[in-house]
């Protein structure tokens, strides 16, 4: 199938993405403004403008709207403060449904903010993280469980995304990831694609899609050595994807491992989000083609262009089918 019959097929589609949502919050600030404060003495980060984009599993979100998928909904929790409201915001801005969003009182929203210098465009500050340490309130895993599987039937394609680093976890917790592993098996027409960024060989009968380093780690966690087929064979996994940034992506099944290799980028501008943008890809290209490898293919492609873009960028139709001509 070519990209312009995936764009066009992905239209009809409807995914949903369950996890750990938040809010990025892009501020410019001014050097020469940095007047020390009159009480402390300490020189303040003057911040003179910014915007918010929604992030971590709000990019996969990002991604989607912009390939122009039919419907884009997201499951996942924030916060009743302020940063939950501006998140919420901008997702229905973007066109991303929120009701399957939990709104939990006195949770902190998961917020990146990060401060990019006026005067030459870099971010050269240490981020500022909002996240929250406290362990999941089962009463509050039971509701996104009841949220995620009353929804289930409306989508074809579910994009989970596990993000959080903290100890404890994110939205995708124990309980949730036993849920999605009980389901997917009943449910063989729809794609199920995970990615985590700590606890990928805790999923079960979903197809996984770690990079090179998140699966080596999950390897070594499990055996003690590298062995792809032995971490697809442990989580009961139709299909292991591991991307290995310009190398291209390994597909390990039962049957076979096959290499699909990247388009050549020369000075990427900014890999972050490269994750995410093959994600959206590859999950949707998927569920249209039916081949893993062609489904690797678009989401390479989808990467190759977000990775030219500052910040966590998107790739357009028409972005694509460019690139795609000029290979």
Not at 137 to 146: F, G, R, S
Not at 204 to 222: H, M, T, Y
Not at 296 to 323: C, D, H, Q, W, Y
Request: contains cysteine.
């Amino acid at each position: 199938m070519t990209t312009a019959e995936i764009l066009r097929k992905i239209r009809d589609l409807r995914v949903l993405v369950v996890g750990d949502i938040c809010l990025d919050r892009w501020m410019s600030y001014d050097p020469a403004e940095a007047l020390p404060s009159r009480e402390t003495g300490i020189s303040r980060i003057a911040v003179v403008g910014g915007e918010v984009t929604p992030g971590a599993a709000g990019t996969v979100l990002n991604n989607l709207i912009a390939l122009g998928v039919g419907q884009v909904a997201v499951a996942g929790v924030i916060g009743d403060d302020g940063h939950g409201f501006e998140l919420r915001r901008a997702l229905e801005q973007r066109g991303v449904a929120t009701d399957a969003i939990v709104v939990a009182p006195g949770l902190q929203t998961f917020t990146y903010t990060k401060f990019l210098n006026r005067q030459t465009g870099k971010e050269d500050l240490p981020r500022v993280d909002f996240i929250d340490v406290t362990p999941l309130d089962p009463a509050l895993e039971k509701q996104i469980c009841d949220t995620v599987l009353c929804r289930l039937d409306g989508f074809g394609v579910v994009l989970v995304s596990d993000q959080a680093e903290t100890s404890r976890g994110g939205v995708v917790s124990e309980g949730l990831r036993d849920l999605l592993s009980d389901v997917a098996p009943e449910y063989p027409e729809k794609t199920f694609l995970v990615d985590s960024r700590r606890r990928i060989e805790k999923f079960r009968n979903v197809i996984l899609k770690p990079n090179q380093q998140e699966a080596e780690e999950a390897c070594r966690r499990l055996f003690g050595r590298i062995d792809y087929q032995a971490l697809r064979r442990r989580a009961s996994a139709p299909l292991l994807v591991v991307t290995h940034g310009g190398d291209g992506v390994l597909l390990v099944s039962e049957e076979n491992e096959e290499w699909v290799l990247s388009r050549k980028v020369e000075n990427p501008v900014d890999i972050c989000g490269a994750g995410d943008s093959f994600s959206a890809g590859m999950g949707t290209a998927l569920a249209v083609t039916g081949s893993p490898a062609q489904a690797a293919r678009f989401g390479n492609l989808v990467a190759s262009i977000t990775i030219m873009k500052k910040g966590t960028g998107t790739a357009s139709p028409e972005e694509l089918l460019e690139a795609d001509t000029g290979n």
